[in-house]
């Protein structure tokens, strides 16, 4: 039964690839009955509809009668419902007209042209580097935000642990909202929403409004992380998303970097901490305008705004999208993004493990931000600008990752055409590549950062680990990805509460370490416990299919 699986995933596949390129159309042509294989069972509502859906002729097809040939499962129960279902319809109408995207559909995303896909991945990244940018922006400042509230470096460090924070319960809302309405209205009423909560951090007169309205803002930006891998899904088939997929991957980790080089400078320029959110605020400003152009690109909506036009111009009911035959439950939908996700990081060692190490990293990256004003500040006497230049170095590992990024795809392709199938395990090349960089960072950035040491030595550090960082987590992420390929909502949520999670956490006691083991065994410390998860992407690679086999849930 196991085996059959990836099979039947990839003749979806191929099925869906034949449906772009065909020449045929049955718009009108009448069926007495037409018949589906059942789409996997037990996997997401929304995927399975798509796969409904994937398997319709190209166009307006009409039918009197659709049934399904059931899945070969001893899920009996989900096969009668199944049945049911499908044909309900047909007892309401004599006809039904489904309404799917003609043969090179102009107005199908994947259709567009490959230029005006790749300026809306750009946006789309550029929305998750504004909500990223917006966590680590006050961290130039957050020196003058303590003495101005007379309160205590920790409680200044949550300005960012809880916009992180907001980054791990925003997803649960965002993820479900999006498969009911669509990417932009989401885009576009939770970033503008996003952009007013800097107004309250701009002219706080107490820390507390400013905690308040940093989880706000971290719950509202999420949407910009959460919606941006199905927004690139929409643009771009299966067999050509991985080098978008690629560029963003970059979007979460080079937005932080970016926020303590800006505000650091605006820190030192006017002496003060409140035009940092007024900027970050002109930021979220510009960004939010964007999503006003940006198209909408979830096919379900796309083809139900077809089928509603058709509707009026022909005043025939029985128009209709898969999407609406068969809505998604709102109960379906709860469980797919609040209870699910908690259930299969209790029950998948993979989905366990490679989030933790997405989470560590990630951990890392925010903990940096406190560690770099110790480092530079108290030790080389820095000022807030020029320590958040230091952080040039890991812009410049992630953009080494960019480039490497595609050569890791190209190999990918060519994996795939030799063994006539990937496995998702093929995936991990890539990350067993980077595994040994953030550890060997970590103790060049430990061991060169002494008063008599040259500040080139730990600002080096930063290159391997932001090459390694962006590296990393382009290939846990695809694997992930490629390895619950029916839960793939489900997975990338719980991915996200740890990796959130982790980010919001790691800062609150980053300072009092470095204070309290001093700076090179408290990077030492931080560097061995990179170096214990290093075989994680080696073990999966050698075991990743005989665990797999062994799972109810994965591929």
Known sequence: MSDSLPNLEKGHSDLEKKRRSSTYSNSSTINDTFTINEPIPLQEVASYCEQIREQMPPGIFSTRSLSI????????????????????????APIIHYVNWEVNDPECPYNWSAGYRWLCTLLVATFGISAAFGTSVITGGMNRVAAEFGCSQTVAILQTSLMVFGFMIGPLLWSPLSE????KPIYVIALGIYTIFNIPCAVAQNIETILVSRFFAGFFASCSLTLAGGSIADLFPTETRGNAIAY???APYAGPVLGPIVG??????????????????????VVWVITWFLPETYHPVLL???????????????YVTVEEEFPVPIVDLVKANLVRPFVLLATEPILLLMSFYIAIIYALLYGFFCAYPIIFGEVYHMNEG???LTFIAILIGVAFALFLTPFLEKRYTITTKAKGGATPEDRLPGMMLAAPLVPISLFIFAWTSFPWCHWIGPVFA????????????????NYIIDC??????????????IRSGAGAAFPLFTRQMYHGLNNQWASTLLAFISLAIVPIPFAFYRWGGVIRSKSKNAS
Do not use: C, H
């Open 304 to 318: 139900a705004k077809r089928a509603k036009r058709i509707r009026m111009e022909t005043g025939d009911p029985t």
């Open 386 to 388: 020029e320590v958040g």
């Open 69 to 92: 040939r059931p899945f070969p499962t001893a899920e009996a129960d989900m096969e009668v419902a199944a049945v049911r279902t499908m044909t309900n319809r047909s007892i309401k």
């Open 484 to 497: 619950f390929p029916r839960y793939v909502t489900s997975a990338l949520a719980a991915k996200t509460l």
């Open 462 to 477: 930063g290159i391997p680990f932001g090459f390694g960082m962006v590296t990393i987590y382009y290939a846990a992420n």
């Open 264 to 285: 650091g400078w605006i820190s030192v320029g006017t002496q003060g901490w409140r035009w940092i959110y007024w900027v970050n605020l002109m930021f979220a400003g």
């Open 248 to 250: 963003f991957a970059a």
């Open 180 to 183: 009911l309405y669509g990417r």
